[in-house]
């Protein structure tokens, strides 16, 4: 098996262009939405602050976590070796995770780490409703910057294997 590796390397499929395109493609409007969401805040143009207008806005922290992980799967995706662009996309999943874990830390045990409204503060407080990070889209960053994590390093070992690299003994 080793040795075929070797004399036949995988090639790049119709299908892993089709998923490398609809990665991309996933990363930019998940990115692009949530920079809409953060102009929407800065200039005050509440149309941009959410997906669909009258609907509750984007907490702009939530949209900086998109934003993080969408960097984290672009860099991870065009990445081939370990470099320090893959170190940065780990660090950028390390946050989202981390910031979605304080959230549900603040949520489930009462304490009070208002995490999702340092960005905005006034802003924020003018609003009718609070606009905090709800702690389902909390568990979501937990998951997504776990999965992240997960990805850049299977990728990292992957990349290291001398069998992946069809280097043999």
């Not at 662009?85 to 949520?107: E, M, P, W």
């Amino acid at each position: 098996p080793q040795e075929a590796m070797r004399m036949n390397p995988p090639t790049k499929t119709q299908a892993d262009s089709a998923l490398g395109l609809a990665t991309r493609l996933a990363c930019v409007g998940a990115a692009g939405t949530a920079a809409l969401a953060l102009v929407g805040w800065q200039f005050e143009l509440p149309i941009l602050r959410s997906v669909l207008p009258g609907q509750t806005p984007m907490n702009p922290v939530t949209a900086v976590t998109l934003i993080l992980a969408s960097t984290a799967l672009w860099v991870m995706h065009r990445a081939q070796r370990e470099t320090g662009a893959k170190r940065f996309a780990q660090l950028c999943a390390f946050f989202v995770a981390a910031i979605g874990s304080l959230k549900l830390f603040s949520v489930l045990t009462g304490i009070g780490l208002p995490l999702d409204q340092i960005l905005f503060q006034g802003k924020l407080a003018a609003l009718p409703q609070p606009n905090g990070m709800a702690p389902n889209t909390a568990l979501a960053l937990v998951f997504l910057g776990g999965a992240l994590l997960a990805l850049g390093s299977r990728a990292r070992r992957s990349s290291s294997s001398p069998r992946r690299n069809g280097i043999s003994c």
